[in-house]
């Protein structure tokens, strides 16, 4: 897993916790179910499934591999559409290939980030690189879907190419943790990423026996996903492991703890996990696949400008198509397709 690596000795410290600072216990533990999305690619998701309140403004968490390609294996995301919110794909090992409607995008490589704003609308593809995909290779990352509040629903869409470099790495007060700051604020550190809703995200690797114990708005909620190995969370130890999330409880502070063993493809490595917060919304949400707004008539208005060409358009020989999996079934209670209708006009 290489991501963006550095001698944390030589890296800006985090400052532990001050004494009495109350420390974030484990709400709730989560394990990722698997499924299949795009063209047939394996996906890890914590949620949604879970109750949707607890990881606001998160509305999709989808640990992508890892998965070791042969030639011709590899696959991908080809055009659909999205509005309403933002997708923040975050590559470990391999490469994925981003192309947009708006004239977006580029090749995202190891440690670096692919930031689109969907906003009013965008079509996009998702696709690992036609070298990778001959060659075959590890394939290893992490999309999140951060959710816009009403006033930013309709915001023109954008995007961000976070290269490697540009990753704020830190160090954990005592040397045992690098932590590659991607995006918001980390006690008065600040990630690359350009975030219209408040979040911070934070990819750490604890070495074995190491703890960490991070400074964590208490505003934001918190919390932390397991993208290899195995530790411990809170002041309870919670165990956690590959593949489980736990939320975090209020509070001004985390605590972790990475076991003593740890392995990731056969070499003795860190505990990697994701650390992700943000300011709730607190509005009301309608969600049908790619759609995330805040009212049913929203929804279908994406639909009807969808099908109007009104999102975007790609090249005539490729005809996008909404992604719709289990998890894509609206928030309203509203089982059926909006009016009944099939998303890809068939």
């Not at 698997?34 to 890890?44: K, L, T």
């Not at 790609?314 to 609206?330: G, I, K, L, W, Y």
């Given at each position: 897993?290489?991501?963006?690596?550095?001698?944390?000795?030589?890296?800006?410290?985090?400052?532990?916790?001050?004494?009495?600072?109350?420390?974030r216990?484990?709400?709730?533990?989560?394990?990722?179910?698997?499924?299949?999305?795009?063209?047939?690619?394996?996906v890890?998701?914590?949620?949604?499934?879970?109750?949707?309140?607890?990881?606001?403004?998160?509305?999709?968490?989808?640990?992508?591999?890892?998965?070791?390609?042969?030639?011709?294996?590899?696959?991908?995301?080809?055009?659909?559409p999205?509005?309403?919110?933002?997708?923040?794909?975050?590559?470990?090992?391999?490469?994925?290939?981003?192309?947009d409607?708006?004239?977006?995008?580029?090749?995202?490589?190891?440690?670096?980030?692919?930031?689109?704003?969907?906003?009013?609308?965008?079509?996009?593809?998702?696709l690992?690189?036609?070298?990778?995909?001959?060659?075959?290779?590890?394939?290893?990352?992490?999309?999140?879907?951060?959710?816009?509040?009403?006033?930013?629903?309709?915001?023109?869409?954008?995007?961000?190419?976070?290269?490697?470099?540009?990753?704020?790495?830190?160090?954990?007060?005592?040397?045992?943790?690098?932590?590659?700051?991607?995006?918001?604020?980390?006690?008065?550190?600040?990630?690359?990423?350009?975030?219209?809703?408040?979040?911070?995200?934070?990819?750490?690797?604890?070495?074995?026996?190491?703890?960490?114990?991070?400074?964590?708005?208490?505003?934001?909620?918190?919390?932390?996903?397991?993208?290899?190995?195995?530790?411990?969370?809170g002041?309870?130890?919670?165990?956690?492991?590959?593949?489980?999330?736990?939320?975090?409880?209020?509070?001004?502070?985390?605590?972790?703890?990475?076991?003593?063993?740890?392995?990731?493809?056969?070499?003795?490595?860190?505990?990697?996990i994701?650390?992700?917060?943000?300011?709730?919304?607190?509005?009301?949400?309608?969600?049908?696949?790619?759609?995330?707004?805040?009212?049913?008539?929203?929804?279908?208005?994406?639909?009807?400008?969808?099908?109007?060409?009104?999102?975007?358009?790609?090249?005539?020989?490729?005809?996008?198509?909404?992604?719709?999996?289990?998890?894509?079934?609206?928030?309203?209670?509203?089982?059926?397709?909006?009016?009944?209708?099939?998303?890809?006009?068939?």
């Amino acid at each position: 897993m290489p991501a963006v690596t550095a001698d944390t000795l030589t890296l800006p410290r985090v400052p532990s916790p001050a004494d009495g600072v109350r420390r974030r216990e484990v709400a709730r533990t989560v394990t990722a179910r698997r499924q299949f999305e795009g063209e047939g690619f394996q996906v890890r998701r914590p949620f949604p499934g879970m109750d949707l309140a607890l990881a606001d403004p998160f509305l999709l968490l989808d640990h992508l591999g890892a998965v070791e390609y042969g030639p011709g294996e590899a696959k991908g995301a080809p055009w659909h559409p999205h509005r309403g919110f933002e997708t923040v794909t975050y590559m470990l090992d391999g490469a994925f290939e981003h192309t947009d409607s708006t004239g977006g995008g580029g090749l995202i490589t190891e440690g670096a980030t692919q930031w689109m704003t969907a906003g009013a609308g965008v079509l996009h593809s998702e696709l690992p690189p036609q070298e990778f995909v001959a060659k075959g290779g590890l394939f290893h990352g992490v999309q999140l879907w951060v959710n816009l509040p009403k006033s930013l629903k309709w915001t023109p869409a954008q995007y961000q190419d976070i290269t490697a470099g540009q990753t704020v790495l830190l160090s954990s007060a005592d040397g045992g943790s690098l932590l590659r700051l991607i995006a918001g604020d980390l006690a008065g550190h600040r990630g690359p990423g350009v975030t219209r809703t408040p979040i911070t995200y934070v990819h750490a690797t604890v070495s074995p026996g190491a703890r960490l114990a991070l400074p964590w708005p208490p505003e934001f909620n918190a919390l932390v996903y397991v993208l290899a190995g195995r530790g411990t969370v809170g002041s309870e130890q919670r165990p956690l492991e590959e593949g489980q999330l736990a939320v975090l409880g209020p509070g001004e502070a985390m605590t972790l703890k990475a076991a003593d063993g740890q392995d990731y493809n056969g070499s003795r490595t860190g505990w990697e996990i994701l650390l992700l917060g943000g300011l709730p919304i607190r509005e009301p949400i309608a969600r049908y696949g790619p759609f995330v707004m805040n009212t049913k008539a929203e929804i279908l208005q994406a639909f009807e400008d969808f099908q109007n060409g009104r999102l975007g358009t790609t090249a005539p020989e490729s005809r996008p198509v909404p992604h719709r999996t289990d998890a894509d079934t609206p928030l309203d209670g509203h089982e059926g397709k909006p009016d009944e209708k099939r998303a890809d006009g068939g």
